[in-house]
């Protein structure tokens, strides 16, 4: 458990937890529940609700993201708090399995980042930091964003980039890769970045000709 910010009930802070699965955001919550200096205020399943949370909430306010929301994906959230929210400090959640997620929330300027595996460990500390006024990347994260060049290509991406070149469907590469579609959009976004086209079939030509 945190030590005691010595703050007074107007200063606690707030921590509104939002993901699209209910189970998910009542785990998080268990766990946020814990802390001393934070209270816990309601939970969001979708971008709507979360905005009319916000919207009644004064003072600090930190949002736990998930990368789901049922009404609007990471994208779609960060730019909505972003621009209505700008004093929101936002914490995005992510598998391990979806950092491509970890990776454009940073590039969306959230405060935050934080992996599922290591939530017990590190959600408190980067909470905690937050709270004073710092913002926290994981050491763990900044690693594998500092091995995941911008313009080299990763594992994953290669892989899925392969099934794209073998006439997969997004679904059908969500289905076969464990991951989902939402997901596998964040990666082809990602694939086409780096192969400088726009579309899917510029992706499929440059595979073809292995010029990636």
Do not use: W
Request: net charge neutral; proline share 2%; aromatic share 4%.
């Amino acid at each position: 458990m945190l030590r005691s910010m010595n703050r007074t009930d107007q200063d606690t802070s707030r921590v509104i937890v939002a993901d699209r699965q209910v189970i998910v955001c009542q785990g998080i919550g268990s766990l946020v529940a814990q802390m001393d200096g934070i209270a816990l205020g309601p939970f969001a399943t979708d971008l709507r609700s979360l905005r009319r949370t916000l919207g009644q909430e004064d003072g600090k306010v930190i949002v736990i993201l998930g990368v789901r929301l049922a009404d609007a994906d990471l994208a779609q959230s960060l730019a909505t708090l972003g621009k209505e929210f700008p004093h929101v400090l936002v914490v995005v959640v992510a598998e391990d399995s979806e950092f491509a997620f970890i990776r454009a929330a940073i590039k969306a300027g959230a405060n935050s980042v934080c992996m599922m595996g290591r939530i017990i460990e590190t959600l408190p500390l980067i909470l905690t930091k937050l709270v004073e006024g710092h913002s926290l990347v994981p050491t763990d994260i900044l690693r594998r964003l500092a091995n995941d060049t911008q313009d080299a290509l990763t594992r994953r991406e290669h892989e899925i980039l392969g099934l794209l070149g073998d006439g997969l469907t997004n679904f059908q590469i969500s289905a076969r890769l464990g991951l989902s579609e939402n997901t596998v959009k964040y990666y082809l976004k990602a694939i086409y970045q780096k192969l400088e086209v726009n579309s899917r079939g510029g992706a499929i030509a440059k595979y073809v000709a292995g010029n990636y």
